[in-house]
Structures are given as C-alpha cells and as structure tokens.
C-alpha cells in the first residue's frame, strides 16, 4: 500500500509541476520534440546499418544453407534414379579460395529476390550466361552481394590474377583461372558480360567465367569485375574428393 | 515525447520500465520485419549486376 501512496504522492507532485513547466514555453516544448524525433531518426538509421550488415547476412545464410542441402540431397537422389535433374534450388557450387568464404550456391537469375537468399546468381539479362555444363564456348556470368543478404563475394577484390575459381556440379569440377581483374567499372558496363569479353584482352571464343559485383564496399556506384578462363574439368568421383585447387 | 509516453505508463517505476523495454523491443521488430524490408530496393545500397537501365 506504500507504493500506492508514494504514487499518488508523485502524481500530485507532476500535477503540480507540470502546468507550470508548460507554461514554460510552447517553444522550448516544441524543440525538446523536435530533438526527441532527430535523436530518434538517428537511432532508426543506426537500426538500418545493423540490418543491412548483419541481419540480412543471417537471414541469407539460413536460407542458402537449407538450400545448399536440399541441392546436395537432391544430387545423392538422382544418383539412385536417372532423369531431369532438379535445378529449382540451384545448379551448383561455386568455391572461391581466395575468398575465403566456402561454398557459394549457384542459382539462375539476378533479381534482387534471387541474390538476396544469400547465393550467386548467372546472368538472364542483359546477356544470358552460357553454362559450363552444355559444353558450349561461352561466359558463365555471376552476381553475388558484396555486402548485406550474404555477402558471398564481399573479398573479391582479393582474387589475383592466377587464382582458381571452382565450380562444383552433380558431376563435374570446372576449374577455372583468374587472368584478368577490374576494379571499377560503370553499372551500365553491359560489355563485361560479352560471350568473348574483349574488355579482358580476349578475342577468341572461349569458356570463360565473370563474376560481377557493386563496388566500393558498402555502396552501388560501380561495379567489380573478375575473368577467368576454364582450365580444365574433372569428373566427379564416388568420395567427391576436392580437386587439388581446394585442397 | 517520451516523457509523455513515461507518464502515461502504468505502474510504478519498475512496471514502466519493463514495458518501456517490451515496447522498444517490438518497434525494432517491425523495423526489422517490415519497415527496413520494404525500405531497402529503394535506397541506392545494394544493386550488384550491371544492366542496360
């Protein structure tokens, strides 16, 4: 009951301070508002750089990962029983050593939808991504986050001429090598994505692999480009032993 | 603002602060769920593909 009557005691005591401290001013009322709501807005945008960096990496991930298994069930399925593979949940793997980051889930398209699960995308449009698996001269074109949803090729800028790219199917290692890097491009650079990028040096027809991503770190304003050129293949063996790249 | 808010809280200091917590903790959660979702494809942060637009 104590606390009762030192309550009733306090809300007298505000009763009788509080006309008085409007009286004080609309003014000095309306800028204590005012500072509340920037304080506020401030904390708000803080909220958005923890989201942007963080939360949506661990959503991404989650998401990649329950993903990334059901592609690696779905493999172990259609060993027991031939047929269309299903490439829904992805096609493949992408390991980058460089990178540091495992194992990058490979999915068709690069809407925001797609790359914001946490997975490099090929290229639809502007130019449609030959694949690795139809054989075919062509440019395996990819897009990943750099930051936020993943961040799968947030280290991009560490791949040096050289350095592998492996890309990891049902059946095959396609390993390919850095040859050629740039580090600032326009967004609207649609050449980079060429089946033959000339942009690179090359003027031949060949099986190459560009990975596209936003850059500096934490903006949009240009964009990171990497080129490789397909080395070699291997066969998937039954243990699925790492090709010596990844080792 | 929030002193308003502050004072019209029920309960004594202990109550108020508890649910000043508990109403913090739901703002950020429709930041997070809701707000900053929508928020993002309009702002300028993360378009990573090079396009013809």
């Known amino acids: 009951m104590a606390v009762t009557t030192d309550e009733t005691e306090e809300r007298t005591d505000t009763s009788e301070t509080a006309p008085k401290r409007r009286r004080m001013g609309r003014i000095a009322m309306a800028v204590s508002v005012f500072g509340e709501l920037l304080i506020t807005a401030g904390v708000v945008l803080g909220l958005f750089v923890v989201y942007s960096l963080w939360w949506t990496n661990v959503l991404a991930d989650r998401e990649a990962g329950e993903e990334a298994d059901r592609v690696r069930d779905n493999w172990q399925a259609a060993d027991d029983s031939p047929g269309a593979l299903d490439t829904k949940d992805g096609i493949g793997f992408l390991h980058v050593p460089a990178m540091e980051n495992g194992e990058v889930l490979v999915k068709k398209g690069t809407s925001s939808k797609v790359l914001n699960g946490g997975v490099a995308g090929y290229y639809m449009s502007p130019v449609k991504a030959t694949l690795p698996t139809t054989d075919k001269d062509g440019n395996f074109t990819l897009a990943a986050h750099r930051d936020g949803h993943g961040a799968k090729f947030h280290n991009i800028d560490k791949l040096e001429k050289g350095d592998p790219i492996v890309f990891e199917t049902r059946d095959n290692w396609y390993v390919y090598t850095v040859y050629e890097t740039l580090s600032e491009t326009s967004k609207y650079n649609v050449k980079v994505l060429a089946s033959i990028p000339r942009e690179s040096g090359k003027k031949k027809a060949g099986k190459y692999i560009t990975l596209t991503t936003c850059t500096p770190v934490y903006t949009s304003r240009h964009r990171f480009i990497v080129w490789g050129e397909l080395e070699r293949v291997e066969r998937v063996n039954a243990e699925r032993t790492l090709p010596k790249e990844l080792r | ?53």
């Not at chain 2, 808010?5 to 917590?21: D, E, Y």
């Not at chain 2, 508990?22 to 979702?37: K, S």
């Not at chain 2, 928020?39 to 990573?48: C, G, Q, R, S, T």
């Open chain 2, 1 to 53: 603002m929030y002193g308003w808010i502050w004072r019209h809280l029920p309960g004594n200091v202990w109550v108020k602060a508890l649910l000043s917590l508990v109403l913090t903790l739901a703002v950020v959660y429709v930041l997070f769920q809701y707000v900053f979702p929508w928020a993002e494809p309009l702002l300028p942060f993360n378009d990573v593909t090079v396009n013809d637009q």
